[in-house]
């Protein structure tokens, strides 16, 4: 069976620290891989979507960047967090006939 | 531009007081309709896909239903531990983009005692 795991669970960066969230997924070939960014009591902002290695498209302008180095893995980051970067961070993994959507058990991030 | 509303933002039920959760959308190439139970601080947990109107689902006191506006999910004499925030998502193809997620921004539902 399919599972997809996100590390860390929890982290307290200062502002103008480095990121580093790390999704990989199991039981899958080439999946089509999400981040997601959900503010408190807010739905989820898609970041990120990549269909393939190397392969990344990005929804909205900000501050992060996303990477996908090996087919199941998808690592979120930036260079130099903001506060406004703080969030519940939450990574997808959408089957190719587009019917089952598994969720990483997500990373809560606090800048300060 | 595709759009996701869910309403009302938050609700309050007694236990065994059944309501329904809207979920409205305009998207073209809608490849499923989702509804998600999020606990606080938990990634979301999977209830339904609907594809076609006209389509129902169950799982325990929830019924899920789709047209082609909308998708309610209903809730029949609710109890304490029904308390969650339900999102809707819906997945539209998009080509050699593969497919996109959009969520609605939730209903929080609170059952009291």
């Known amino acids: 069976s399919q599972t997809i795991h996100q590390w860390p669970a929890t982290l307290v960066q200062p502002v103008g620290s480095p990121l580093s969230l790390e999704c990989t997924v199991e039981?899958?070939?080439?999946?089509?891989l999400y981040w997601y960014r959900q503010a408190a009591g807010r739905g989820l902002q898609l970041l990120f979507y990549s269909v393939g290695i190397g392969q990344i498209s990005s929804e909205v302008p900000q501050n992060l960047s996303a990477s996908r180095p090996q087919d199941r893995q998808f690592i979120l980051s930036s260079k130099k967090l903001l506060l406004s970067d703080s969030g519940f961070y939450l990574c997808?993994?959408?089957?190719?006939?587009?019917?089952?959507?598994?969720f990483g058990e997500g990373s809560w991030l606090t800048v300060v | 531009e595709d759009q996701v509303t869910q309403s009302p933002e938050a609700l309050r039920l007694q236990e065994g007081e059944s309501s329904s959760l809207n979920c409205s959308y305009t998207?073209?190439?809608?490849?499923?309709l989702f509804w998600y139970r999020q606990d606080p601080g938990k990634g979301p947990e999977f209830l339904f896909t609907?594809?076609?109107a006209g389509e129902e689902k169950e799982k325990e006191r929830l019924k899920a239903t789709l047209t082609k506006k909308e998708s309610f999910l209903h809730i029949t004499a609710p109890k304490p531990e029904d308390s969650a925030t339900y999102l809707c998502a819906v997945n539209m193809y998009r080509g050699t983009s593969g497919s996109r997620l959009t969520f609605g921004e939730g209903t929080q539902l609170t059952v009291n005692p």
């Open positions: 609907l594809y076609s």
């Open positions: 997808a993994w959408v089957s190719p006939a587009g019917n089952t959507i598994y």
């Open positions: 039981g899958t070939s080439n999946p089509n």
């Open positions: 998207v073209s190439g809608l490849r499923g």
